[in-house]
Nanobody, 121 residues
Framework: QVQLVESGGGLVQAGGSLRLSCAAS????????MAWYRQAAGKQRELVAQ???????TYADSAKGRLTISRDNAKNTVYLQMNSLKPEDTDIYHC???????????????WGQGTQVTVSS
């Protein structure tokens, strides 16, 4: 099994910054992608940003230019630097990874519990 633990959420004023971190631990053989999703109450999770093990990144249009995803493969950790935050960025942010726990096992997605980001106007 793989466990994901997020940290770094909180309350910030519009225009401010936060840095989210997510560390994966457990019986990890390899991790393909690591990503951040956001979810509002009663809505589906939506992708914010994703990075591959090679460093290729993908961003939601709303994140481009303000949010930056990065990854430390040696630490199995992914970060989300959030700058110029807006009230509409307020949500619960969930960490995700697509991991393999060993040969003979199928890759699957794992999720963290989420961290609240609140941006006040």
């Amino acid at each position: 099994q793989v466990q994901l633990v997020e940290s770094g959420g909180g309350l910030v004023q519009a225009g401010g910054s936060l840095r989210l971190s997510c560390a994966a631990s457990g019986s990890i053989f390899s991790i393909a992608t690591m990503a951040w999703y956001r979810q509002a109450a009663g809505k589906q999770r939506e992708l914010v940003a994703q990075t591959t093990s090679a460093g290729t990144t993908t961003y939601a249009d709303s994140a481009k230019g303000r949010l930056t995803i990065s990854r430390d493969n040696a630490k199995n950790t992914v970060y989300l630097q959030m700058n110029s935050l807006k009230p509409e960025d307020t949500d619960i942010y969930h960490c995700n990874c697509n991991a393999l726990v060993g040969l003979g096992f199928a890759r699957r997605d794992y999720w963290g519990q989420g961290t609240q980001v609140t941006v006040s106007s």
